[in-house]
């Protein structure tokens, strides 16, 4: 069976950094997209960023551009998510994501198949 297993969320101060991994297992990612997407308190979940995870090409929600990068490791099957410049509003359960999106990537929950659990990621002074 696929697993995702996210890993890395804490408490963190505003203007901090945090790394999340996304640990996936169960079978070989060509082909896919991977994503994470968060979920703040209260809210709809919302995308964050997709990732091929045969090139390494990137789609970013425009909340978090030239703060988080997202990345790969294809030996160790794990995904990642840098954080960088952390602001309140970043606070939410971010979830990894992955489906069977041939060429494209795409920031819509529909098209994901397989999802982690979630870890918290709360920014607070």
């Known amino acids: 069976q696929v697993q995702l297993v996210e890993s890395g969320g804490g408490l963190v101060q505003p203007g901090g950094s945090l790394r999340l991994s996304c640990a996936a297992s169960g079978r070989t990612f060509s082909g896919y997209a991977m994503a994470w997407f968060r979920q703040p308190p209260g809210k709809d979940r919302e995308f964050v960023v997709s990732l091929s995870w045969s090139s390494g090409h990137t789609y970013y929600s425009d909340s978090v551009k030239d703060r988080f990068t997202a990345s790969r490791d294809n030996v160790k099957n794990t995904v990642y998510l840098q954080m960088t410049s952390l602001k309140p509003e970043d606070t939410a359960v971010y979830f990894c994501?992955?489906?069977?999106?041939?060429?494209?990537?795409?920031?819509?929950?529909?098209?994901?198949?397989?999802w982690g659990q979630g870890t918290q990621v709360t920014v607070s002074a």
């Open positions: 994501a992955a489906g069977p999106i041939k060429n494209g990537l795409s920031s819509s929950t529909k098209l994901y198949d397989y």
